[in-house]
């Protein structure tokens, strides 16, 4: 793999499929110069690529967050930000030998393992009114608090039905309470997917799969997992912000093209 980031004291290297693409995939981060804030590096493109991790680059948000400059993409960027952000690196770059980072075990967990807890979480100037996105019944929000807090709630059919989840950095770790949350999908979203031609390279090891009245791979890590899961999604999509700016966001049946709509709103860009 070419190397495109300085070496410096922290390097670590994580290998997986991508589901998407069904490539191997070789992520590398390396923690960078000090107000070097997090870049992202596709090192299998001519000229090597950065991509800035700003809600401004992201170029899609169907099934995940996709990240793009130019022509360079890189999918499926949610899980690593969440983790990214909560392990506290500053300064981080990542290099990406491929269009989407692996999915793993679906959770941040693996990423979580990979990057370790250097710092808290860095929590940005506190919201000031109180901003809301609406698209039908899915909702995503934020409110002025005195700290930083999550509230999702979801209404899905069998088996998930409605369950929410909260946490609070400052109460709760992330690496216990939403990294080992994993994905989950439907088996007839599964089966749309290979038919589609969307999905070369995942397996059950990838994501939880429902059926009616179950679970295809049980056991789940928690009661409510979906809900931890979606959390995670929100954590990973607003850290696309770096600091997350302190306030309540709550949420209810939204996913990623809201989330990243409200990331969008509080940096500005709309
Ligand atoms: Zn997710």
């Known amino acids: 793999m070419k190397e495109a980031c300085s070496s410096h004291h922290f390097e670590r290297t994580l290998c997986g499929l991508g589901v998407f693409s069904g490539q191997n995939i070789t992520v590398r981060c390396i923690s960078g110069e000090t107000g070097g804030g997090w870049t992202l ?38 899980h690593f930000l969440a983790a990214l952000w909560a392990s506290g690196w500053p300064n981080m770059c990542i290099e990406v030998n491929g269009p989407e980072l692996p999915l793993l075990d679906g959770s941040a967990l693996p990423w979580m393992e990979m990057l370790g807890e250097a710092r808290t979480p860095p929590v940005g100037p506190p919201v000031t009114r ?40 400052s109460q709760e770790r992330f690496l216990e309470e939403l990294a080992p949350a994993r994905t989950f999908l439907f088996q007839h979203e599964v089966e749309l997917l290979i038919e589609d031609g969307k999905l070369a390279g995942g397996t059950l090891e990838n994501a939880l799969v429902a059926v009616p009245g ?19 999604d929100l954590v990973g999509d607003l850290a696309l912000l770096g600091a997350i700016p302190r306030g309540h966001y709550r949420a209810h049946r939204a996913g990623h093209r809201l989330h990243v709509a409200l990331a969008q709103r509080l940096a500005g860009e709309v």
């Open 214 to 232: 179950g679970w295809l791979n049980p056991p789940l890590r928690f009661p409510e997992e979906p809900a931890r899961h979606k959390l995670l």
């Open 130 to 169: 109180s901003l809301e996105i609406r698209e039908g019944d899915a909702v995503v929000a934020v409110d002025p608090a005195e700290e930083l807090r999550f509230s999702y709630s979801i209404d899905f059919p069998s088996p998930i039905g409605a369950q929410s989840a909260s946490f609070s950095p």
């Open 41 to 78: 590096v596709r090192t299998d493109l001519p000229g090597t690529p950065r991509i800035p991790i700003h809600p401004a680059q992201v170029t899609a948000t169907e099934r995940a967050t996709t990240l793009g400059q130019g022509e360079a993409r890189v999918c499926l960027m949610e």
